[in-house]
């Protein structure tokens, strides 16, 4: 007797079966939710249950610190891009004699440092929030050395200028202390 051949075995794939992937993901007891209403994606995070005792531990005003610097920025941004003019003489206390294309490109780079703050203020990651307050720094040392620059080769110091450098040293050291305190180890109990 002449065996016949066998039909090629049609392999089933599961990966791309819906229907078996859903009751692979219910036998296993992942995918739905637990008692507390988390959904957990995998067996591992069902095992190791809850982050929350991982999270970051912040400084007291951390998140406050980020939304004030979030609308400063928003706002300061907005103001360079509607009324750059008007602006350049509250701080210089003189007219600005050129384009006023500058004042507007830096109220773009406001907008999207103002971006990266309201990402900050979102987010849980410790990472994200430092690089938040470091670029919020770099900002306000660049501020503060490219104004004291032009004041001097202005010759002169208006009071505005001068409340402004103060302000910028001011919001320095406040960011810095907040960078610091995020970046510190927690003390082991």
Known sequence: ?????HPPLMKKHSQTDLISRLKSRKILG?????????????????????????????PIGLRVWILLSAVGFTV???MALVFPNQLYELVFEEELSTTSISVRLYGGALLSLALIMWNGLYTAEKIIIQWTLLSEACYFAVQFLVTSVTLIEMGT???PAMLLLLSRVLFLVVTMAYYYHLGRKPKKI
């Open 30 to 58: 992942v995918g739905g939710e637990d008692d507390d209403g988390e959904v957990h994606r995998s067996k591992i995070s069902q095992m190791l249950g809850n982050e929350m005792k991982f999270a970051v531990r912040e």
């Open 76 to 78: 300061m941004a907005l």
């Open 1 to 5: 007797m002449a065996s016949k051949p």
């Open 157 to 159: 110091l208006p009071n």
